[in-house]
């Protein structure tokens, strides 16, 4: 018997995943605030990539870079591209609402919607025409258990989503974003307001969600990161530090400011 | 501001250094009682029982700090180093009890009168590579790994030529195996010097160096 154990085994480097989503020169302001500058990494697909830094490093800017949510900002303007399947998502043309479809996104509160657990569910590929009443009840199934909420909430669809307990009501709102099946999701820390079990249930949802799904995810949650991400971006003041696969970003940073960070030697 | 997982880091470094000085006094004493065919095996074996104490606290002190702490980057690094440290100086302990024991078990015998035999020299160099180890654990100077995979290196030829000239040897059948014993246990102490100054390099530089 022969075993082979090569670089790749040993230590993840997702040199085979295609990249999904590049940013290009990308920057960004907040009237006079420069927020991202010069911008230039690719996120692989069916992968977690994690965005960390300080606060107010950029890292959810960069985050709402990949649906556009910054441009809901009167003041923000960007320069640069950022492509998704090789298309700039930034240029002319791009129906934004067609994006948001393919780019689902989850906030670090739980934000249901003031109806029914169904409904919640419903009520986005109604809006965005994506499915016939009758498609509707498989489109809510077919969500809730890829957000591992099926189980939980399949007698009592019709409560209110407020009746669910905090860590349900994220994974409801994930299952929401799955409801238009998109490609991408975008997590801006989702773990922030949930118990340590909630979380772990996150956690091991964001590990199933790869499969099908490229996952990009913010936390300040280094622990977090280091558990479910492949690869990991360091932000500081607006810029990448440091980006590369996790393991090594966390036993070995390349950069001084990076090991200040995760060291908490920072400031 | 020192940050708490500095402080306890410093324990378990002081820790390391105490069971690293033990452990060279030992093997030094262990020797000793060779030479001059003395039987100090209680000694030293109190030591070394005191160095594997010593080890077990360490796996503890830093498996609580990783628990309580989640280090990441230098300080993962360091105290990973440390668990595998505090092993390879258990077995210093462990080789200068076996060294003792070896008269405690086999009894006295009559020295081998073959200038071949370099026993004293390969002693030496050993104790050398075990300083050499503890002066990197207390300086986390990682340059100090070629110097001492050189003086390393020399056990290992020194451990291969006596095992040769041993196996011609005319003399005392027990002093034949008293040597052949002792030079492999010296041989193997070397060894684990080698791995503590690997284990401080990876934990200083990040890289994996291996010098064996």
New interface residues.
Partial sequence: MSYQINEELLRFRPKMAQDKVIFNDFNLWYGEKHALIDINIAVKSNIVTAFMGPSGCGKSSLLRGINRMNDIIPVARSTGEVLIDGKNIMGSGINVYDLRKRVGMVFQRPNPFPMSIYDNIAYAPLLHDVAEEEELDKIVENSLRGAALWDEVKDRLDDSAFSLSGGQQQRLCIARALSINPDIILMDEPCSALDPIATIKIEALMRELKEKYTVVLVTHN??QA?RVSEMTAFMYIGEIIEFGATRDI????REEL??KY????FG | MSRPLDIGIGQIKGLLLKMGKISVDATRQALDGFYKHEDNYAEVKMWSNTVQMLAEEVEDRATELIALNQPMASDLRILKAYIKIAYDLERYGRYAMDISEIRHRIGQWSDIDDDRLTLKELGEAALKVMEMSLKMIETMDETMIFELSKIEASTDDMYFENLKNLSKCKGDPVAIVANLLTIRYLERLADHGSYIAESISYAATGKRISIR
């Fill in positions: 280094l622990q280091a966390f036993e070995n940073p990076t090991e995760i060291t908490g030697r």
